[in-house]
């Protein structure tokens, strides 16, 4: 895909995606340990991680409201959210894949 840019906005683009390429390996991180609140279905797990997000600086309040508007749209037009699955299920998961990730080796 090739897209074109007028030259006047490659430093607002610049500036906009800055922040996301400093913070992209914390925010892997943050995403690999995050634990979803024992309680709530799925709406309520998205909209936790959504605020957890902000609370953490990588996303703005207003990501998070556009989030639960999505949430409440999705309930409006009479979609039906999967169930919950069980937090031990997720252990699993977790410890399995965990196996496969290796950490980065760092140049000196």
Excluded: C
């Excluded at 309520?44 to 999505?70: N, Q």
């Excluded at 409440?72 to 959210?81: I, M, N």
């Excluded at 937090?87 to 000196?108: F, G, M, N, S, V």
């Amino acid at each position: 895909m090739e897209q074109i840019r007028n030259a006047h906005d490659y430093y607002k683009d610049f500036l906009e995606e800055d922040d996301l390429y400093h913070k992209a390996g914390e925010l892997v991180k943050f995403l690999v340990n995050w634990q979803a609140p024992a309680a709530g279905d799925l709406p309520a797990i998205i909209s936790a991680l959504a605020y957890e997000m902000v609370k953490r600086e990588f996303w703005g309040k207003e990501d998070a409201r556009l989030i639960d508007d999505w949430l409440e749209d999705l309930r409006e037009v009479g979609y039906t959210f999967p169930p919950r699955k069980n937090p031990e299920w997720h252990q699993q998961e977790l410890a399995a894949k965990q196996k496969w990730i290796r950490p980065l080796k760092t140049t000196a």
